[in-house]
């Protein structure tokens, strides 16, 4: 754990298919609040989709730049040329389900960086799946129910390498004796 970094440059290379089961398969080992495993994993192989995500996800980044006084990029890929997304979607009407799908996403980063895979938590999820977009998209996909957006955590092979952690910052652990 203290050695998995966030990557933000990916190769073409498509990851083995046993290498990303088995990190969603770590994904639903993940606590849920109540057990009630409110999470679902969307494994997005498929180049058309990916792309499309990518996109919606960019709109959504530009928007809140501009909102926020900066300067757009309409050629940002907010994956970083990652082939492999997994989409956490969490059950709307579970009371934990922000948490439970936010305890999945960390089991994947782990679990990708535990089998050799490079990977990042990608954000803006929440606001892909308000939209009437997002909605078309589930439903295209056959994924039917009421659900949130958590997070991506997009996966692939390094095109280069990551600095090592940051310090971790002073007093980030408080003991109580
Ligand atoms: C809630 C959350 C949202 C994040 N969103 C993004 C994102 O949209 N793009 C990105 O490049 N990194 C994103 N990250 C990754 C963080 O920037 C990264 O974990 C942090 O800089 C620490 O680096 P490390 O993961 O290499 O330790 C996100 C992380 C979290 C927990």
Not at 30 to 41: E, R
Not at 70 to 98: C, K, Q, R, S
Not at 145 to 168: F, M, N, S, W
Request: contains cysteine; glycine residues 8%; aromatic residues 6%.
């Amino acid at each position: 754990m203290k050695a998995r970094r966030s990557c933000r440059a990916f190769s073409d290379r498509m990851p083995e298919r046993e290498l990303i089961e088995a990190v969603c398969e770590a994904g639903t080992y993940a606590p849920t609040g109540h057990g009630k495993q409110s999470p679902l994993i969307v494994a997005i192989t498929n180049r058309e989709v990916r792309d499309r995500l990518s996109r919606m996800n960019a709109q959504i980044w530009n928007d809140l730049t501009v909102k926020r006084g900066g300067t757009p990029n309409p050629d940002i890929d907010p994956f970083y040329g990652a082939p492999v997304v997994l989409l956490v979607l969490a059950d709307a009407d579970v009371v934990t389900a922000e948490y439970d799908g936010c305890a999945v996403l960390t089991n994947l980063l782990n679990a990708a960086h535990s089998v050799g895979l490079a990977s990042c938590w990608i954000h803006r999820a929440k606001e892909e799946f308000e939209s009437e977009e997002g909605r078309q998209l589930l439903k295209e996909l056959g994924i039917d129910g009421h659900y949130i957006g958590i997070d991506h955590c997009v996966l692939g092979y390094a095109a280069k390498e990551t600095a090592p952690a940051l310090p971790r910052k002073k007093d980030y652990i408080r003991w109580v004796r």
